[in-house]
């Protein structure tokens, strides 16, 4: 439910309604706009009726008509801005996550580390744990990654990302102090790992599923916002369609339509979403001009050979150029924004 307050509410008559909202076991969730104070009331409502919180001092009451209510504009306007170790994604935020798809050694990432650093980049990506198509393909270093992620991060000062697959694996996670937890395409609808993430106090990305609507995906999200976790961040990583000249379709129309119906912060990673190396480029910037948040790209010191993805990922020469371009874009569109 969505109560809006009027304003000239008086302090007593706050008082009052909060102590209603929470006498029914419900939370209530701020949103002061520039037009509007707005409670969301967080909870099962359903058996409520709508004037019971048509109290004096209140405008307005209304049902959230989204199954996904929490992370809908209805239920909060103004855009969510998540911190990620002090590095903010989100309205008026756009940084890239880079790094390699997999941890491979101790001196790939500490050498791809700086270099992504030294061109822009402010969180590191590398995956630990790796879910693979074939059974025979390389599944990761495992708790050693995180370990070599964690060294990473104490010397460049970059927050990591990296994915976590099972729930199993929260205590190893925090054992690392991992800076966001992200949550693979096949495990967009793993809804136990969801909610355990809803329990923590970390940054989640949530990447969309290979098939997933974006129905589903916001609702997948909803269940972390839900359990109580508010941090979660989108990524949109190209869908699976009929078309097979390269991996993925990113949908670009995603990053504008999210934005539209949520406050959550979107972000997109052309390297799955293309899985072909020249068209990571081109898609990076497609993605910035759409009003993506920010870019998860791969960057591998020696793609040709790494041990996952070798198609799709940067050189750090390739990556610093993509920069270069992408700051220079951002600034174009900067510019036209005052036209």
């Avoid at 701020?30 to 209140?58: H, L, P, Q, S």
């Avoid at 990591?160 to 949550?183: G, K």
Wanted: hydrophobic share 40%; aromatic share 8%; proline share 4%.
């Amino acid at each position: 439910m969505i109560i809006t307050l009027k304003d000239d509410m008086k302090p007593e008559q706050y008082t009052s309604l909060l102590e209603r909202i929470k006498s029914k076991g419900f939370e209530a969730n701020f949103d002061r706009g520039k037009e509007a104070t707005v409670i969301g009331v967080r909870g099962d409502t359903r058996k409520i009726e709508e004037n019971y919180f048509m109290v004096d001092g209140v405008k307005s009451v209304k049902r959230v008509s989204k199954r996904w209510k929490e992370v809908s504009r209805e239920f909060k306007n103004a855009d969510t801005i998540v911190d990620v170790s002090g590095v903010k994604l989100g309205n008026g935020y756009f940084n890239v996550i880079a790094g390699p798809c997999s941890v491979e050694s101790e001196e790939q990432i500490m050498d791809v580390a700086e270099k992504v650093k030294k061109a822009g980049a402010t969180l590191l990506r590398g995956g630990a744990f790796k879910p693979r198509s074939s059974p025979y393909d390389f599944q990761g270093l495992g708790e050693p990654a995180l370990e070599i992620l964690a060294k990473a991060r104490d010397k460049f000062n970059l927050p990591i990302v990296t994915e976590i697959m099972e729930a199993e694996h929260l205590e190893l996670f925090s054992t690392y102090d991992i800076d966001m937890y992200q949550v693979g395409a096949r495990n967009m609808q793993n809804f136990n790992l969801l909610k355990k993430l809803g329990s923590i106090n970390k940054p989640v990305l949530l990447k969309r599923g290979l098939s997933g609507t974006i129905d589903e995906w916001l609702s997948c999200a909803e269940y972390i916002v839900a359990n109580g976790n508010p941090n979660v961040v989108l990524c949109e990583r190209g869908i699976r369609t009929f078309e097979t000249a390269y991996r993925n379709v990113l949908d670009l129309n995603a990053v504008a339509y999210v934005k539209e119906v949520s406050h959550l912060p979107i972000i997109v990673d052309p390297s799955h979403a293309t899985g072909k190396l020249s068209l990571v480029p081109d898609m990076s910037k497609a993605a910035v001009a759409a009003g993506a948040h920010g870019l998860l790209l791969e960057v591998h010191p020696d793609p040709k050979n790494a041990l996952s993805d070798a198609n799709q990922q940067l050189t750090p020469e390739q990556f610093s150029k993509l920069m270069k371009d992408i700051t220079l874009l951002s600034g174009i569109l900067y510019l036209q924004s005052f036209d």
